[in-house]
Antibody, heavy 119, light 106 residues
């Protein structure tokens, strides 16, 4: 079964950084883009950015530029999303999702990682 | 940026009812529109892509239509398992989601 497996919940203080992982199959890692989407408490989904795991290229939402970094580890088929200078407004569930190309939507999602920012 | 606006934000219907959700894009997105279903505590699940194509394994009571800036998701006969929040997504320019429509069962 195709799946994306994310790391566990995190609790961070304001100003700290958080790094969330998303492990994929070799096929997904080689042939898909991995996007990150977050959901603050309540309805609503916010697109954060994407990484091409095979190449390492990234693109980020303008709102998060400067605080967001996406990387990958080719030896473990894992991508990472790191958000720095955390604020209370960053409290959310963070999802990774795969997308084959610009002609296709997100067909498989990770289970989500809850990140709580609190002093 | 392309903005997506869904309506209604909440709807309540009875089992067996026909339900329609509308999504409007601030600019034309051709047919690059997807619909997702999200149940409480779960990740979104893809239902419809390219405005009207049904994802494999999704019940045929779900259908999508539209192009350009106006789109609809229809559930032909609402079932108890359809209790969820539904999101539209444009994917012509990176990605933007609508604010969601919560479907409640009367």
């Amino acid at each position: 079964q195709v799946q994306l497996v994310q790391s566990g919940a995190e609790v961070k203080k304001p100003g700290a950084s958080v790094k969330v992982s998303c492990q994929a199959s070799r096929d997904t890692f080689s042939n898909y883009y991995i996007h990150w989407v977050r959901q603050a408490p309540g309805p609503g989904l916010e697109w954060m950015g994407l990484i091409s795991p095979s190449v390492g290229s990234t693109s980020y939402a303008q709102k998060l530029e400067g605080r967001l970094s996406m990387t990958r580890d080719t030896s473990t088929n894992t991508v990472y999303m790191e958000l720095s200078s955390l604020r209370s407004e960053d409290t959310a569930v963070y999802y990774c999702a795969r997308r084959r190309d610009s002609d296709n939507p997100f067909d498989i999602w990770g289970q989500g990682t809850m990140v709580t920012v609190s002093s | 940026d392309i903005q997506m606006t869904q309506s209604p934000s909440t709807l309540s219907a009875s089992v067996g009812d026909r339900v329609t959700i509308t999504c409007r894009a601030s600019h034309s997105i051709s047919r690059w529109l997807a619909w997702y279903q999200q149940k409480p505590g779960k990740a979104p699940k893809l239902l419809i892509y390219k405005a009207s194509s049904l994802e494999s394994g999704v019940p045929s009571r779900f259908s999508g239509s539209g192009s350009g800036t106006e789109f609809t998701l229809t559930i032909s006969s609402l079932q108890p398992d359809d209790l969820a929040t539904y999101y539209c997504q444009q994917y012509t320019s990176f990605s933007t989601f609508g604010q969601g429509t919560k479907v409640e069962i009367k």
